[in-house]
């Protein structure tokens, strides 16, 4: 049977700093990577704990696809409550 490895991935977020935010999780998959075949982050590690009014804001899930990085081969899939 095929085995499937997981790795769960624990950042440090900064409340609002998508940017900052995305480099944490874009680094501890690349490291992931290595060993795992799926990698998983909380559901605030993009956009920081509380997010309060930043989630009603219409600006907010475009930006936060933005700040996901594509690059290197990973195939990011933000679950953001429009999809």
């Known amino acids: 049977m095929p085995r499937l ?12 700093d ?4 995305s480099q944490q ?3 501890a ?19 920081g704990y509380p997010i309060e009014d ?3 804001r219409p600006s907010f899930p475009v930006e936060a696809h933005r700040a996901v990085p594509t690059e290197h081969g990973l ?3 933000p679950q953001l409550p429009h999809d």
């Open 5 to 16: 490895r997981l790795a769960p991935g624990q950042t440090n977020p900064i409340v609002g």
């Open 54 to 56: 930043r989630a009603s």
């Open 25 to 27: 999780i874009f680094e």
């Open 75 to 77: 195939n990011p899939r």
């Open 29 to 47: 998959a690349r490291h992931a990577a290595r060993q795992a075949d799926l990698f998983a982050v909380g559901e605030m590690a993009l956009s």
């Open 18 to 21: 998508l940017a900052a935010n």
